[in-house]
């Protein structure tokens, strides 16, 4: 009985990451491979050679890794660091710091990026405007390779230091404090010691940044489209709106993203190859902050700054719209906040979107902790294959999967085309990967012998779980939930596929009016949409408070 519960499990969660996952996947790419001709289907290769005989194409694929890398590299620069300071030091107003520094993953990314353009792009750029003043220059502009990169990495940085702060509440510091007690200093200490051991959180939030970024379509297109600037996402939307649609050449374009994903997860495995990161044993502790002395006071201005660039300055740049007539006219009315709350579009569309988001974090997380606790704690044959399969489609553009989630469920018996449901399946089966990687690295830190004592004195595997393994990776648990959350809230790239009158969420909303050119009701859209997600937020950290350092 006890084999076949843990294989039951495999299997169950093998047949849903299926259902979810392995078809949406399989109906896009075999687009790529063949053609309609003749009243007959026919195996092709022409789509390869359009894709891999056009400069366009390439061009796409050489700035997507560089914004991949770019941004990858921005946000673990920012979000590291602060994750440290968060679970680790005598940060000053450490709590309110860290509420602040996860606001921008509530901040739709076409919003972010209009707000960018708003504030550094020539001429308009509110960034800019002193400096034309004084020196006849401007020095910053947006419409650049290193402008989108610097604007998508400032607003992943939170995902990695949500990840990594996870993990560092779970960690031991009785070694931080042996190496405080041999003489290393504080910086010494964090990059020798700690760094080292969170090491698979850091990776983990290193490739889902990279995956995130090569993936994304709403922040490439609202600023690189300006100066032609394109990337497979761009391109895949372009194949996308040929009558009819190029879909095999939008499915080799999915395929080098998902060939870069899982370059990026092979990297990942490559590095934490052969390595123990066990920090979490039988002996109890009780973190204490790191004392920074009067470095603390620069530190907390470096977050600050952080929150200037991603959410105080873009805000204002967004409640200046929502007041005015239209964008920089200087006339203020409060219509644009009357319709919030006059809308019968935005109640509606606002209920959809909760009961979206809440309904497909809550799944994708507890998929996360089946598929990370069996492939971190069972010997269970192929059980890796499990965790690709769910980490797969992470870097499948929202168009492309979304695809073959509308083919897939428009074949089926089950009424679940044209409902709420489908955009919850395939919210599912896109990101659920997210969790995965998450709660795997906390999983990693918690050592064998504490399951084992406990099934020693008699405890089920299932008891085992609950009781010992689940609350010791709780951070990380509410983390992916949080991260998922966050991330439904605004999804926008594979629901513009799959919603129709009835199911219309607050993403579609704010780009239907984006889309004609009414940026001040789209600024107002967006700051209810941070205003509710900062609430369930705060909600979320009120029933399930995260460990805290004392001093």
């Known amino acids: 009985m006890r084999y076949i519960r843990r294989y039951g499990l495999f299997g169950l969660a093998t047949a849903a990451m299926f259902l979810i996952v392995v078809v949406p996947l399989a109906i896009v790419l075999i687009q790529g491979f063949i053609v309609y001709d003749a009243g007959a289907w026919h195996f092709t290769l022409s789509h390869v050679a359009v894709v891999l005989g056009r400069w366009p194409y390439w061009i796409a694929l050489l700035n997507t890794m560089i914004i991949g890398l770019g941004a990858t590299a921005i946000a673990c620069m920012a979000g590291v660091p602060m994750a ?9 107003g450490r709590g309110l710091l860290e509420n602040l520094a996860t606001i921008p993953i509530f901040i739709p990314p076409f919003v972010g990026a209009v707000a960018w353009i708003l504030l550094a792009a020539p001429r308009i750029g509110a960034f800019n405007y002193p400096f034309r003043v004084l020196i006849g220059a401007e020095p910053f502009n947006v419409y650049t390779l290193v402008g989108i990169g610097w604007v998508v990495g400032i607003y992943l940085a ?3 230091m949500m990840i990594v702060a996870a993990a560092l509440r779970s960690m031991d510091p009785s070694l931080e404090e042996a190496a405080q007690v041999s003489g290393l200093s504080r910086f010494r200490t964090a990059t020798t010691v700690t760094l080292p051991l969170v090491a698979p959180a850091i990776l983990s939030g290193a490739v889902l940044a990279f995956v995130i970024t090569i993936g994304l379509f709403g922040t490439p297109v609202v600023i690189g489209w300006a100066r032609q600037l394109y990337f497979v996402t761009s391109r895949i939307y372009l194949a996308s709106q040929e009558v009819p649609p190029a879909l095999g050449v939008m499915a080799i374009l999915a395929l080098y993203l998902i060939a870069l994903s899982l370059l990026a997860t092979m990297l990942q495995r490559w590095l934490l190859k052969g390595r123990s990161f066990v920090t979490v044993s039988g002996k109890g502790f009780r973190a204490r902050a790191i004392m920074l002395g009067t470095s ?6 470096s977050v600050w700054l952080y929150c200037f660039f991603t959410i105080i300055a873009p805000i204002a740049v967004l409640i200046a719209a929502a007041l005015s007539t239209f964008t920089w006219s200087g006339r203020f009315t409060m219509t644009n906040f009357q319709y919030l709350w006059s809308s ?9 979107s909760l009961a979206i988001a809440l309904v497909a974090a809550t799944i994708g997380t507890v998929i996360g902790i089946a598929i990370s606790w069996t492939t971190q704690r069972t010997r269970l044959p192929y059980r890796q294959v499990l965790e690709y399969l769910a980490v797969l489609p992470v870097a499948v553009p929202g168009i492309a999967f979304g695809v073959g989630v509308a083919l897939f469920w428009m074949r089926m018996p089950v009424a679940v085309y044209g409902t709420l449901w489908i955009i919850v399946l395939a919210f599912i089966g896109r990101f659920s990967g997210y969790a995965v990687r998450s709660i795997s690295s906390s999983i990693v830190q918690v050592h064998p012998e504490l399951e084992e004592s406990a099934r020693i004195a008699g405890y089920g595997w299932v008891r085992t779980f609950t009781h010992i393994t689940l ?3 709780r951070p990380s648990i509410v983390a ?3 991260l998922l959350f966050s991330i439904f809230i605004t999804e926008l790239s594979m629901v513009i596929l799959l919603y129709t009158a009835e199911t219309r969420t607050f993403s579609v909303l704010s780009f239907e009016v984006w889309n004609v050119g009414n940026f001040s009701q789209v600024a107002s859209l967006s700051l209810l949409q941070l205003v509710i997600g900062v609430t369930v937020l705060q909600a979320v950290q009120f029933l399930w408070p995260q460990r805290t350092v004392h001093g």
Do not use: C, G, H, K
């Open 471 to 473: 609350p010791l990776i």
């Open 344 to 352: 019968q579009d935005v109640r509606e569309t606002l209920q959809n």
């Open 296 to 301: 603390r006071y620069l530190a907390a201005a």
């Open 84 to 92: 440290w300071l968060f679970a680790r030091t005598n940060l000053p």
């Open 480 to 482: 992916s939930w949080m």
């Open 158 to 160: 939170p995902y990695v």
